[in-house]
């Protein structure tokens, strides 16, 4: 495959939380709420350095669309309904299998097909982790009754019922006792549940949408095996806590997408690929071990209440809080690439930007999903700056150089690393003048993962 990477794709709905950050601004659709939870004791995130503090909710199939919006724009051919039954890979390729009996052949393949990935158990990538010790059935249905609404914890987790925007239906969250012989829910299966919890299954009935998920826990031993790669819920499935599976997901395939988009153009060896794992595989590690620490938390029985009532004391530090809710984000990523500027490895802030062409922001020049180069050492003397092929590996062309200066200053926007320095740079009015120097950022990756590189020539 070269340049465009087909998707192949075949699935429902459920309310999602996700942090404005991870949504494209103008994608904004649900009322910003400006805290995140960890293990139900609420983070103002209304200080964090990004636009987007607060968070949103949607419903995962509007949150869907949005994305298919976007891969529609950059004319990502995707084959819908063409379900993958295998793949062999040998040292050129990686032949695909599809259940209607034709055959693709790809110099690579990621598996981007969920926690029970077919990619990955053919690739034969181990799936270690932790099984399920509670499960939950969640559905959209129809009440005869008026419910108690509102959320309710106790030993077995979480218990949700709450009024849907469309049609007088509601949304149900309900645990169940965990089988590991169970499929699919059936209503009667629900009303078991709700009964339980409530006494009465409220006259629940036609549901619209009605599934399943536990706290079963699990990591890929590799995200990479030869040709193959995994991301997503492909590589990592954890208990549906703190909003951050998706999160987790889009930042592995952005991190991935411009590796694979340098290999396949022959810009980068084939071992620019091995960084994804390095990089991915310890943030997938630290969201399983967040949202393993909230499960046992969000449960309700007096020791645990207790723990959680201490957790709670030491979040209200202001320290302790912006270090937590920024891992519920994914502000705090920093990949370790050497010794360097603090922003080095870390987000790129959606900066205003001072251009020959007008003011910008920086994430609008990410939206067709290009490497972007911006030169902020022109200080007040801005021009449009042209660079030429870089030829190192792992660099990469530079599809759109960008000559810039921040047009406000970087202190609030990058507290998470030390701000004065950035904003020294930014500025460009402190640094002495080098001939032959000068500093470029290279934002490696596009939207909220917006990787900030430099390089000095
Ligand atoms: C109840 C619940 C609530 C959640 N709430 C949130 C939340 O608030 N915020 C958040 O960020 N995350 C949330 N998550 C997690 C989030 O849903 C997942 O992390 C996310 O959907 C993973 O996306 P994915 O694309 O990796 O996998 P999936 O969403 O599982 O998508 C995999 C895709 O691959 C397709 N596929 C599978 N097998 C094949 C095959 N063999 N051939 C072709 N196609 C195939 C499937 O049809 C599907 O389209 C929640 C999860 C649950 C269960």
Request: proline content about 6%.
């Given at each position: 495959?070269?340049?465009?990477v087909?998707a192949?794709?075949?699935?429902?709905?459920?309310?999602?939380?996700i942090s404005?950050e991870s949504l494209i601004g103008?994608s904004?659709?649900?009322?910003?709420?400006?805290?995140?939870?960890?293990?139900?004791?609420?983070?103002?995130?209304?200080?964090?350095?990004t636009?987007h503090?607060?968070?949103?909710?949607?419903?995962?199939?509007?949150f869907?669309?949005i994305l298919a919006?976007w891969v529609?724009e950059l004319?990502v051919?995707?084959?819908?309904?063409?379900?993958?039954?295998?793949?062999?890979?040998?040292?050129?390729?990686?032949?695909?299998?599809?259940?209607?009996?034709?055959?693709?052949?790809?110099?690579y393949?990621v598996g981007c097909?969920?926690?029970?990935?077919?990619?990955?158990?053919?690739?034969?990538?181990?799936?270690?982790?932790?099984?399920?010790?509670?499960?939950?059935?969640?559905?959209?249905?129809?009440?005869?009754?008026?419910?108690?609404?509102?959320?309710?914890?106790?030993?077995?987790?979480?218990?949700?019922?709450?009024?849907?925007?469309?049609?007088?239906?509601?949304?149900?969250?309900?645990?169940?006792?965990?089988?590991?012989?169970?499929?699919?829910?059936?209503?009667?299966?629900?009303?078991?549940?709700?009964?339980?919890?409530?006494?009465?299954?409220?006259?629940?009935?036609?549901?619209?949408?009605?599934?399943?998920?536990?706290?079963?826990?699990?990591?890929?031993?590799?995200y990479r095996?030869?040709?193959?790669l995994l991301a997503g819920d492909a590589a990592h499935?954890?208990?549906?806590?703190?909003?951050q599976g998706l999160n987790v997901g889009v930042q592995d395939a952005m991190n991935l997408g411009w590796k694979l988009a340098e290999v396949l153009?022959?810009?980068s060896?084939?071992?620019l690929l091995?960084t994804y794992d390095a990089e991915r595989h310890p943030v997938g590690?630290?969201v399983?071990?967040?949202?393993?620490?909230?499960?046992?938390?969000?449960?309700?029985?007096?020791?645990?209440?207790?723990?959680?009532?201490?957790?709670?004391?030491?979040?209200?530090?202001?320290?302790?809080?912006?270090?937590?809710?920024?891992?519920?984000c994914g502000l705090?990523i920093h990949y370790?690439l050497?010794?360097?500027?603090?922003?080095?490895g870390r987000r790129m802030p959606d900066?205003?930007?001072?251009?020959?062409?007008?003011?910008?922001?920086v994430f609008?020049l990410l939206r067709d999903a290009r490497p972007i180069?911006?030169?902020?050492?022109?200080?007040?003397?801005?021009?449009?700056?042209?660079?030429?092929?870089?030829?190192?590996?792992g660099?990469g062309?530079?599809e759109?150089?960008?000559?810039?200066?921040?047009?406000?200053?970087?202190?609030?926007?990058?507290?998470?690393?030390?701000?004065?320095?950035?904003?020294?740079?930014?500025?460009?009015?402190?640094?002495?003048?080098?001939?032959?120097?000068?500093?470029?950022?290279l934002i490696r990756k596009p939207v909220s993962v917006g990787l900030v590189a430099?390089?000095?020539?």
């Amino acid at each position: 495959m070269s340049g465009r990477v087909p998707a192949v794709c075949t699935r429902g709905p459920s309310r999602f939380s996700i942090s404005g950050e991870s949504l494209i601004g103008s994608s904004r659709r649900g009322p910003p709420y400006p805290a995140v939870s960890f293990a139900r004791v609420p983070l103002d995130i209304s200080d964090l350095p990004t636009r987007h503090n607060y968070l949103l909710a949607l419903p995962q199939s509007r949150f869907e669309e949005i994305l298919a919006d976007w891969v529609a724009e950059l004319e990502v051919p995707i084959q819908r309904g063409r379900e993958v039954v295998g793949m062999r890979q040998d040292h050129t390729g990686v032949d695909v299998e599809a259940s209607d009996g034709r055959a693709l052949r790809a110099q690579y393949l990621v598996g981007c097909d969920g926690g029970r990935s077919v990619i990955r158990k053919a690739a034969g990538i181990d799936f270690p982790g932790w099984e399920p010790t509670i499960s939950s059935v969640i559905a959209e249905v129809a009440l005869r009754d008026e419910p108690e609404l509102g959320i309710r914890h106790d030993r077995n987790g979480t218990q949700a019922i709450g009024r849907l925007e469309a049609g007088g239906r509601f949304g149900i969250v309900v645990s169940e006792p965990y089988s590991p012989h169970s499929g699919e829910p059936t209503v009667r299966e629900l009303s078991r549940a709700m009964v339980a919890v409530w006494g009465t299954d409220y006259g629940a009935h036609g549901p619209t949408w009605i599934s399943r998920f536990t706290d079963m826990t699990r990591q890929a031993a590799s995200y990479r095996k030869g040709r193959v790669l995994l991301a997503g819920d492909a590589a990592h499935v954890h208990y549906p806590v703190g909003g951050q599976g998706l999160n987790v997901g889009v930042q592995d395939a952005m991190n991935l997408g411009w590796k694979l988009a340098e290999v396949l153009h022959g810009r980068s060896l084939d071992s620019l690929l091995d960084t994804y794992d390095a990089e991915r595989h310890p943030v997938g590690a630290r969201v399983l071990q967040n949202t393993m620490a909230q499960n046992a938390l969000t449960r309700s029985e007096p020791r645990i209440d207790a723990l959680r009532e201490t957790m709670r004391e030491l979040l209200s530090i202001d320290e302790s809080r912006k270090r937590i809710a920024s891992m519920i984000c994914g502000l705090d990523i920093h990949y370790d690439l050497g010794e360097g500027h603090p922003l080095l490895g870390r987000r790129m802030p959606d900066l205003d930007l001072v251009t020959a062409d007008g003011p910008l922001r920086v994430f609008s020049l990410l939206r067709d999903a290009r490497p972007i180069l911006l030169d902020l050492a022109m200080g007040q003397r801005l021009r449009p700056h042209a660079v030429g092929r870089s030829g190192s590996a792992g660099r990469g062309d530079v599809e759109r150089p960008v000559g810039a200066s921040g047009a406000r200053s970087c202190r609030s926007a990058c507290s998470c690393a030390r701000p004065a320095r950035w904003a020294r740079r930014v500025d460009g009015r402190r640094r002495r003048p080098r001939a032959r120097r000068r500093t470029l950022d290279l934002i490696r990756k596009p939207v909220s993962v917006g990787l900030v590189a430099s390089w000095r020539r």
